[in-house]
């Protein structure tokens, strides 16, 4: 097993742009805004191609959401240098994702969520602290996808101490430890269908009760596990004991696992344990194809952009399309053409209140208070280090950082 030269990845490489994982975030984002967008009521479909639809794209979101933990894990391991402290490492995580969520949060609740909003998930979903009540009304309240930064905050406060237990690991028991966090993950869903009680049932027709809903999905000390095994891969690709398995048959495992979820597994196990591994070997192909610069059209400007704005897009698409329903009176009415127009309507006006998001709050706030101020000579004028001080340890400042997802 080898990286993608035959030897450990130097230390200097560690800091190389992957703008390929950057362009897959977009599609990962997607895949989330395919699966709301086509849940009932808020499907522009109808009649049997509504079925057809919803169905074919009833696993996008675990798929999608499972892709952006295990990125997570692979690109924080990736860009950490020794000697980052955890402050400053909690400080940039808090400006990446926390006021994002306080935009988006309040313009949900004054669109639509206020009509159906408690204080007791208000509050919950405002301090991130939501994903932990086992109740449908709290975790999935006011902009539901916000659910999955509750589980990022978590795994962000364990990184520093989860990243240097898993440092310890000796480079040829790590593919061990993945197999071992994977069959974790399988476990999961079996403990939910044996101990948890099968009622009350999910809205939304979902095939889970709440408290097994809650278990496998919400509950963050277990989908930190997906976090560990990105941690992994990013070891395996830096020590030099990647597999060398290509992109496309990466691809390819990813597409027949979510059609195995789709068809053969039971619906817990749909969630994330089928398609675990496989996103993992694709990030980690992905990230390779970049090191040793082979082509890779998600390198392209597009691509990338789309890639940069997709944490705006995705915590913005759920908004759009309450909004497109709620707003405007969209029933499912329409013929497959105009229905799928309206979802590209959709998509494009997400992107642009994305892109809005991006440049007004979060890029703007991630320079100005993300990085360390640089430390002053004596006599040295004030303010010498601005915002983007060259004495910081500061990932989200260096081109690697593009890539980190949530």
């Known amino acids: 097993m080898s990286s993608p030269t035959g030897t450990p990845v130097p230390a200097s490489a560690r800091f190389a742009r992957l703008p390929s994982l950057t362009g897959m975030r977009f599609f990962a984002a997607f895949m989330v805004f395919l699966f709301h967008s ?53 400080r940039r995580r808090f400006m990446k994702i926390y006021p994002n969520h306080v935009v988006t949060f309040f313009i949900a609740l004054a669109l639509f969520a206020y009509m159906k909003a408690t204080w007791t998930a208000g509050i919950s979903n405002l301090f991130l602290l939501h994903t932990w009540i086992p109740d449908a009304k709290v ?36 593919w061990l430890w993945v197999g071992i966090l994977a069959a974790a993950v399988v476990a999961v869903p079996a403990v939910a269908y044996a101990v948890l009680p099968d009622s009350p049932a999910m809205p939304l027709k979902f095939e889970a009760s709440v408290w097994q809903y809650w278990f496998v999905w919400q509950l963050p000390p277990f989908r930190i596990l997906e976090f560990a095994v990105g941690i992994l891969m990013a070891r395996i690709v830096m020590t030099g004991r990647w597999i060398k398995f290509p992109v496309l048959p990466a691809l390819a495992l990813v597409a027949v696992a979510y059609v195995v979820e789709l068809k053969w597994v039971p619906w817990l196990y749909a969630m994330s344990a089928v398609t675990l591994i496989p996103v993992a070997l694709l990030i980690a192909a992905m990230a390779s194809t970049d090191i040793a610069g082979r082509p890779s059209f998600l390198r392209k400007r597009v691509f990338v952009w789309l890639g940069e704005v997709s944490f705006a ?29 309206i979802l590209a309507s959709e998509v494009l006006i997400s992107v642009f209140f994305s892109w809005l998001l991006f440049i007004g709050v979060e890029q703007p706030l991630m320079k100005r208070f993300a990085r360390s101020r640089p430390a002053q000579p004596s006599g040295a004028a004030g303010g010498a280090g601005g915002a983007g001080g060259a004495g910081s340890a500061e990932p989200d400042g260096r081109p690697a950082e593009a890539v980190r997802t949530h």
């Open 313 to 341: 897009f995705y915590l913005v698409h759920d908004i759009t399309v309450h909004v497109f329903v709620d707003r405007f009176g969209l029933s499912a009415s329409h013929s497959a053409p105009v229905a799928a127009g």
């Open 38 to 90: 086509t849940l009932p009521p808020y499907t522009p479909f109808t009649g049997g191609t509504a079925v057809s639809v919803t169905h074919a794209v009833s696993k996008a979101g675990w798929l999608g959401v499972g892709f952006f933990f295990v990125l997570s894990g692979f690109v924080l391991t990736w860009s950490a240098r020794p000697g980052d402290r955890p402050r400053q490492f909690w």
């Open 139 to 174: 975790f999935q309240s006011i902009n539901p996808p916000a659910w999955s930064l509750s589980v990022e905050a978590v795994f962000y406060l364990c990184f520093p101490l989860l990243h240097r237990a898993i440092q310890r690991i000796r480079p040829e028991r790590l």
